[in-house]
């Protein structure tokens, strides 16, 4: 219910109100102070090294783990441990496949994450620590590698490329949800219904989730 109140106001607080109106809409528009720059396509470029799933950003490169088992020992082992098992406090790399739905889980980059191209995304922009931006970009390739093979994604001696990493089919790659996504939510929320997806059986996808995998 809309309640209307009548006032009988003087023309100079109609005059005033109108200027702090006026005033109050030049401000939403920002103000321009003339300075700086919009920056180049190049400069966006360098600050972008986001690498999505899809792995449309990789760049040019390739490694296997055979190269990358090298590189670990030199430059990784010290704080992740021969086989990327972990040396407290850093986190494991490697180990805990199939132990996500147990009493005892065991998250690692490998069993938990669930695009390989995010394990090729952190190295690049964050390891080695002190020492980021240091990696070729076929080292990084080398070293995904490596970790990805530790657990038996792939083999060491595959290739991974801007083509084949993207390819990889994690462990734990369907286990996020929703995926498949529902087309509405229930009144229990928004829930993966792995039973009437799909493609789907007992939980597993039939058929695709294969499609691509090392």
């Not at 080695?128 to 657990?151: C, G, H, K, M, Q």
Request: proline letters at 9%.
């Amino acid at each position: 219910m809309r309640f209307i109140a009548s006032f009988n106001l003087k023309p100079s607080f109609l005059l005033g109100a109108a200027i702090l109106f006026a005033c109050s809409a030049a401000l939403a528009q920002g103000p321009t102070y003339k300075i700086g720059r919009a920056p180049t396509n190049d400069e966006v470029k360098a600050w972008d090294h986001a690498v999505g799933p899809d792995g449309k950003e990789l760049p040019p490169g390739s490694g296997t783990g055979v190269d990358g088992a090298k590189i670990f020992a030199q430059k990784c082992s010290f704080c992740h441990g021969k086989n990327g098992q972990g040396i407290f406090p850093t986190p494991k790399l490697t180990g805990g496949v199939g132990t996500l739905n147990s009493y005892k889980p065991i998250r690692s980059s490998v069993s938990y994450l669930p695009y390989a191209t995010t394990i090729w995304d952190f190295i690049n922009r964050a390891m080695p620590r002190d020492a980021e931006w240091t990696l070729s970009s076929d080292e990084v390739y080398s070293l995904t590698a490596f970790i990805l093979s530790r657990d038996g994604v792939i083999k060491e001696t595959d290739v991974m490329d801007k083509k084949t990493l993207p390819e990889v089919i994690m462990p734990n790659r369907y286990g996020f949800f929703p995926d498949p996504p529902q087309a509405h939510p229930s009144s229990n929320g928004w829930l993966p219904y792995w039973n009437s997806a799909p493609g789907w059986k007992d939980g597993k996808q039939v058929g695709k989730s294969d499609k691509g995998a090392n």
